[in-house]
């Protein structure tokens, strides 16, 4: 007796671990741009914004619209690698000084993390954390990953307001993480 009851939990224990991995991943959707060569996840429920003069691509909720994904493309010298243009640091810095905080916009970006990664592919990505903060008190949580592919600086850039990010916090940085260039 004590031994079915025992198989049975386990089955059950076994079934529930199972669905909690499916369900994490089918919180993300798959975006692929195979013209311009990148690909990441973003989070179901999210739809594609059309931008003109701006970022590639762009996605947000559809309920928490400032919550957002996208994707920057912007010419560099072919022959140019990533660790060129500087450390995560260096690049973090330039990154929160020229796109998230520029002069006159009275924003201050943090730059809480910078690290590097080697894809599966051989590529050199940079992770980049910040903190950036409005003339209004409001924050958000910014993630960044960059990479440099084809001649192109690729930079993926996932937003979230710091009161969500512990929310959130998760499926941005698999997001993040995920954006891959070919």
């Known amino acids: 007796m004590w031994k079915r009851i025992s198989v049975t939990l386990f089955l059950v224990f076994s079934l529930c671990l199972t669905n909690v991995g499916t369900a994490a991943a ?3 959707n798959s975006y692929v741009d195979s013209t311009d060569g990148y690909q990441f996840l973003y989070p179901n429920g999210w ?4 931008i003109n ?5 762009v996605f947000h909720d559809i309920i928490q619209t400032t ?8 010419p560099v010298p072919s022959n140019k690698t990533l660790t060129e243009f500087g450390t995560p640091t260096e690049v973090g810095y330039k990154l929160g000084k020229n796109a998230l905080a520029p002069e006159g916009s009275n924003r201050k970006a943090e730059l809480v993390n910078a690290e590097q ?3 599966e592919d051989g590529k050199t990505y940079y992770l980049l954390e910040y903190l950036v903060k409005f003339p209004n008190r409001r924050e958000r949580h910014n993630l960044a ?3 440099v592919s084809r ?5 993926f ?3 979230v307001p710091q009161r969500r990010w512990n929310r959130m916090k998760g499926m941005i940085q698999d997001s993040a993480s995920s954006f891959s260039v070919y």
């Open 145 to 147: 990953s960059v990479a």
């Open 53 to 57: 003069n701006g970022p590639d691509v």
């Open 47 to 50: 739809v594609e914004v059309p």
């Open 157 to 159: 850039n996932a937003s």
């Open 67 to 74: 919550e957002n994904v996208s994707v920057v493309i912007s």
């Open 26 to 28: 089918a919180a993300l």
């Open 117 to 119: 990664k080697v894809g």
């Open 151 to 155: 001649g192109k600086l690729f930079t």
